[in-house]
């Protein structure tokens, strides 16, 4: 076998392999520890008597070690395996030879006693390899699943120490791995055959406490740990009035805020100057604006360039937000058609249908999404390949493109600055018509008194804002790509 970590050769006089793992390239192991052989009088231990055993009272002991390991392994970024005795079938035919000669040990596939303990519980994305030998690297592809992950370091604790745990030892030194043991994270029927196993380990593996491994792996933790850059998000700004366009940042960062978004930068982009971002960003967001991408209406002289700009972000895959105007425009520069709605401003509270393709992107259980809104220009035609998250009386409310995520509603208004903005917009249409001068029908007085009674109605908006939150990587967990093109499978 060709070993990925360039081991050499020859090895200097004096080198051992007693020496402190690097948690960026360790894992660590939990054996056998699930409720077949964990339990009083339950699976391999049915009929025994808990007073008499020795073993039980180790696992008493073991127990609470390995969760302090497991802490300590999750804390420093340490990969964590899990290994139970289950068969691959429900008569465990596809068992070993030794494993069908000894009692014999049999977990059909899918037995509650192939869980893990509850006090042990694995983690989400954690790994559990079923196995049917005494040595997990017999019958499971466990060497394979190490060398992806790049691990060097195997930390290997669960029961019994001079079964299970001795195999998978012997094999892993064997197989390269640099092996640590911690002798109170491990269990055997008895103290004697306890002793002797971790002897006889001694020339496979470091042996140590778990609390000794435990403060090596913490004490790793700022030394491996890169700084982490905060993520920048660009806001290109086409709204430069008093009432909303100057409290847009303060409306985004508390909208993601209520998404429980991690913090990021906000900058911003003046796009009426043709001020168009250079820098390296997470993510772009366009909001609402008084000015207009519909067909027919008249358009800003710097709407051309912004639509080259949407184009090539939409081209190199980075992620978009469009709101409303932002919205509009995105689809406009796309290919897809904008027009003035025919049902006139649409303002205030919204109850929209939601596709199957909307619902599986926002998470949303109800069929119906209830959310502020603010508009006079309607989407009626996506572009290609674009999926809609429901039509309405305003057109498409949103969709989904690759990278890109649009809605015609406004999220932000939601938040504790977004509903003092809105108030003040349904105000100022009250006094003077509405801000939006392309309107076909505005809204009367009784149905923007209307509305602002219902601004203090709770809205889904946390649902497109985690969407957004989810698209620009700022939730808190593993950082990884996010294609919303494939939401749906």
């Excluded at 964990?38 to 039980?56: K, Q």
Aim: hydrophobic letters at 40%.
């Amino acid at each position: 076998m060709a070993y990925p970590y360039g081991h050499p050769k020859k090895v200097a006089p004096g080198s051992s392999r007693n020496v402190a793992c690097r948690v960026a390239e360790a894992a660590l192991l939990v054996v056998d520890v699930q409720e077949y052989c964990s339990r009083p009088g339950i699976g391999i231990h049915a009929g025994t008597d808990p007073e008499d055993s020795y073993f039980f009272s180790r696992v008493g002991t073991m127990v609470p070690n390995i969760a302090l390991l497991l802490a300590a392994a999750r804390k420093s970024g340490v990969e964590v395996i899990y290994t139970v005795i289950e068969a691959l079938t429900f008569d465990g035919r596809d068992q070993s030879l030794d494993y069908k000669l000894s009692g014999p040990l049999l977990v059909p596939k899918g037995h509650p006693h192939a869980a893990v303990l509850p006090e042990l519980q694995p983690g989400a994305d954690e790994i559990i390899l079923p196995k049917t030998s005494c040595s997990v690297f017999c019958s499971t592809n466990i060497n394979y699943v190490l060398r992806n992950l790049g691990t060097r370091y195997l930390l290997v604790c669960g029961q019994l120490t001079n079964q299970c745990v001795e195999s998978a030892v012997r094999d892993a030194a064997d197989l390269g791995f640099l092996v640590t043991v911690p002798e109170d994270a491990c269990a055997a029927k008895s103290a004697a055959e306890h002793a002797s196993a971790l002897h006889n380990m001694k020339g496979f593996a470091r042996i140590m406490s778990s609390q000794e491994l435990q403060a090596e792996l913490l004490a790793q933790m700022e030394q491996v740990l890169p700084p982490i850059r905060q993520r920048r998000v660009c806001y290109l700004n086409v709204a430069y009035d008093a009432t909303y366009g100057s409290k847009v940042p303060q409306m985004l960062l508390e909208m993601f805020a209520d998404a429980n978004a991690e913090s990021f930068e906000l900058d911003t982009c003046n796009v009426q100057a043709l001020d168009f971002p250079r820098g390296d960003y997470d993510g772009f967001i366009l909001m609402g604006s008084m000015s207009s991408a519909a067909a027919g209406a008249k358009q800003e002289p710097w709407l051309p360039q912004l639509c080259s700009f949407l184009q090539g972000l939409v081209r190199e895959r980075r992620p978009l937000v469009g709101v409303c105007f932002g919205h509009q425009a995105i689809v406009h520069a796309l290919g897809g058609v904008v027009v003035i709605n025919p049902a006139g401003t649409q303002a205030g509270l919204q109850n929209y249908p939601v596709s199957e393709d909307g619902k599986s992107l926002l998470k949303l259980p109800a069929a119906n999404i209830r959310i502020f809104s603010h508009h006079a220009d309607a989407v009626v035609v996506l572009p290609k390949n674009a999926k809609t998250w429901g039509y309405c009386s305003g057109g498409h409310w949103g969709m989904t493109l690759g990278n890109c995520l649009t809605t015609q509603a406004h999220p932000e208004f939601s938040t504790k600055t977004g509903l003092q903005t809105l108030r003040a917009i349904l105000e100022n249409d009250r006094k003077f018509g509405s801000s939006q001068t392309n309107s076909l029908r505005e809204p009367s007085t009784d149905e923007i008194d209307r509305q602002l009674s219902l601004l203090d109605t709770s809205t889904d908006h946390k649902y497109i804002a985690t969407a957004f939150a989810r698209l620009f990587n700022l939730l808190p967990g593993r950082k990884r790509p996010h294609d919303m093109s494939n939401h749906s499978q």
